[in-house]
């Protein structure tokens, strides 16, 4: 066990110049860091600057963290996450301790902050994310629900010691955003003739315009109770017209770049689809699915084909110079899996969902 490191508050400064910036641009290097190390895959994780304004702003989720270090070296961080919806119970964990440093005890004393924080908050509930490459061996951990399965790493074993259960298991697939677009465009007629009249599609770039900012907040609050979740047990989230102006703050944030494609219903003037694409400042690099969601009575109709299609064509022409896309999607969500798989998504690695209950 490492005795002789501190640990203290990750410090959240007013720029990335200022002098006391330092360790969340560490931060966002470690992030990167181990995304890399867990799948190869170092984009995964968003930048530094692509994270500082939604850390200064905690009216809807609580953002802190907690710096391991020896003198002035870093050894690690964690991260504790709270949404800040009256009664929430939960709170999201993100250990990033590079594998060069893991063994010493850093792991185990940031859990134990990370702990102590999530309890002194009141929360029941702690949640983090493990991370994998594709892997064919048998020696694979899977959670109750039966889909999905992930090799077993150092971190999992941590988290088995330490009373966390994987209830979850989702895939992260990638297509090729330079491949032919007359598939796509082909998909997306077909579909668009199955949905009929009474579903129209609408598309924007961040920020949302006034006159859908009331529909985009209903079927944003969607996400967690429609969206497949496996035995995690997520807070529901109170959306309004407000929350989507700010939430659009914060993705548009550092220069990235936003396009929603959704799909109105008719006659209920209700937007009850949507697809989210997003993209760092450099418009050359990986493109990020955000949320996809259908809600659950208008299942059926080919609204996840048309949003999603609908969306890939309109980035080619905003952002031409990106060349993949990257999107995550729970095992269990076979409707979801089968678009993308249709539409030439193909897997590149996997995430664990885990938790504990306090």
Known sequence: MTVDVTIDPLTVPRALEDADAGDFLRYGELGRQICDESTGIPQLAPTAAEMLSSWQDATDTLHTGFVARRGSEILGMVTVDYPQEEGALSAELDLLVPAVNWGRGIEEALLDRAESEARRHGRARLQLWSLHRPDASDDVLVPQTGWGRVPPTALTALLQQRGFRLEQVERNSELDLTADAAPLRTALADARRTAGDDYRLVEWTLPTPPEFREGYAAVLARLVTDAPSGDMEFDEERWD??????????????????????????????????????????????????????????????????????????????????????????????????????????????????????
Request: proline share 3%; aromatic share 6%; charged share 25%.
């Open 241 to 358: 017209a407000d929350r989507v102006v700010r939430r659009d703050a914060r993705l548009t944030g550092a220069g990235q770049l936003v396009s929603v494609a959704a799909v109105e219903h008719v006659p209920s003037g209700s937007i009850v689809a949507y697809n989210e694409l997003l993209i760092g400042e450099d418009r050359t690099g990986v493109t990020h699915q955000f949320g996809t969601l259908v809600a659950r009575e208008h299942r059926g109709h080919r609204l996840g084909m048309i949003v999603k299609c609908a969306n890939l064509l309109r980035w080619k022409e905003l952002v031409p110079h990106s060349t993949r896309v990257s999107t995550f999607n729970a095992e269990e969500n076979r409707p979801m899996l089968d678009i993308n798989e249709a539409i030439g998504f193909v897997p590149v690695s996997y995430a664990g969902a885990w938790q504990k209950r306090l």
